[in-house]
């Protein structure tokens, strides 16, 4: 399948930026390919983790340059000492001792977040080998949320048909509470923003406007009410719309809308879809994906200090390019 419009004038635009991302996965076929074609296409700057030796056969192997590409294999990186006690440092007031720091920034995942901390490189994309709780731990734990105290969430750029969607949360807070999920809202509607998708956001559940009752429902519900009071206190003038509850046909499809829910402010036409919980948002990016054979970037992190982005072990070449070539654009 090819690059849809939408994900390659993303890259377009990461070529212009000129940043670099840690891909810490250095020792998968997928990641070295992605990386090679990173860097052949000028997306950014490539940092690989992984064995040098391994690494640089591969390469010669498919008769690709390694010119443009820093290969640091974390166990015998002169900065391992270094990033040790900056991780130490982070995390003394945990417990932590320094021989165990020492252990972890060993790890890909944490020697390529304190590569990132310590401002030697813009991003960090990983999560084609680790699953996402060893891909997140460190971000939050290094690289840590924004705001202190807040969420820190992902969402999914996804792709149907050439019309950009995010979908969220689909890889990270697993039974977010309605406060959690009204963050979640109004993140995911400000990374719409960023990517130039319209920030038409529904709070999605099995009911509209009360059509059922139930504790699930009330949590939509309530969570709705606390997103609209974040837009008018937090992001007024920004053009957020947030809805619900609203079932997915309701958000979506405005026939359906005009009979469900007729005073919807998004008139079916909602972009930035809130799942209520991970089980939903994890099963629909999929389905998705998978059966109606969308593009699907992510998880892609939102409410952490600098741009770190996940991947889903089942990811292609083409996703690990574009996910990076979105950490780009994320990066200050
Ligand atoms: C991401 C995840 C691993 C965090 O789990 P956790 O058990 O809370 O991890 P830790 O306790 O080690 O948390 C590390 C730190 O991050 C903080 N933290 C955890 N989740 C956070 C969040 N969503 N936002 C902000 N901070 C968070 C913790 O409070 C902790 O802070 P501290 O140690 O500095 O005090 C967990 O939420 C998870 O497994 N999510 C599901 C991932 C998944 O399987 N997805 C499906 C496939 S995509
Ligand atoms: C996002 C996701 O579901 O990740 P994985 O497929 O690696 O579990």
Same mark, same amino acid.
């Given at each position: $399948? ?110 390529? $977040? ?49 019309v950009p969607y995010i ?12 406060? @959690? ?5 109004? @993140?995911?509607?400000?990374?719409a923003?960023?990517?130039?998708i319209p920030p038409m956001t529904? $709070? ?42 609203? @079932?997915?046909?309701?958000?979506i ?16 036409e909602a972009r930035v879809l ?16 998978? $059966? ?9 992190? @939102? ?30």
């Amino acid at each position: $399948m090819g690059r849809s419009l939408f994900i390659q004038q993303i890259i377009d635009s990461a070529k212009l930026k000129q940043r670099s991302i840690v891909l810490p996965e250095g020792n998968d076929e997928r990641v070295r390919e992605a990386a090679n074609t990173i860097n052949q296409e000028g997306i950014a700057t490539i940092t690989l983790l992984g064995s040098e030796q391994a690494i640089t056969e591969a390469f010669s192997s498919k008769g690709w340059s390694l010119e443009g590409i820093t290969v640091i294999d974390p166990e015998t990186s002169g900065k391992l000492q270094e990033y040790a006690d900056a991780f130490y440092e982070l995390r003394k007031a945990k417990g932590i001792k320094p021989e165990q720091a020492l252990e972890a920034v060993k790890q890909a995942n944490y020697f390529g $977040m304190m590569i990132v901390q310590a401002g030697e490189a813009d991003g960090l994309v990983s999560g084609a080998v680790h699953s996402t709780a060893d891909t997140v731990r460190p971000a939050l734990q290094i690289i840590k949320a924004a705001k202190r105290g807040a969420t820190v969430s992902s969402f999914f750029l996804e792709c149907v048909n050439d019309v950009p969607y995010i979908f969220s949360d689909c890889g990270l807070v697993e039974d977010p509470d309605a406060d @959690q999920l009204s963050q979640i809202a109004v @993140q995911s509607a400000n990374s719409a923003i960023q990517f130039g998708i319209p920030p038409m956001t529904a $709070m999605l559940s099995y009911s509209t406007y009360g059509s059922a009752s139930s504790p699930l429902v009330e949590k939509v519900q309530e969570a709705t009410k606390l997103a609209k009071q974040r837009v008018a206190d937090e992001c007024p003038g920004k053009g957020i719309i947030v809805d619900g509850e609203l @079932q997915l046909d309701a958000a979506i499809v405005p026939e359906v809308a005009a009979k469900k829910a007729p005073e919807s402010p998004l008139g079916g036409e909602a972009r930035v879809l809130i799942f209520p919980d991970l089980n939903a948002g994890n099963i629909s990016y999929k389905i998705v994906e998978r $059966m109606a054979g969308a593009e699907a970037f992510g998880p892609l992190l @939102q409410g952490l200090n600098k741009p770190v982005n996940d991947l889903s072990r089942g990811c292609s070449v083409e996703d690990i390019v574009g996910v990076a070539a979105i950490t780009v654009l994320q990066a200050f």
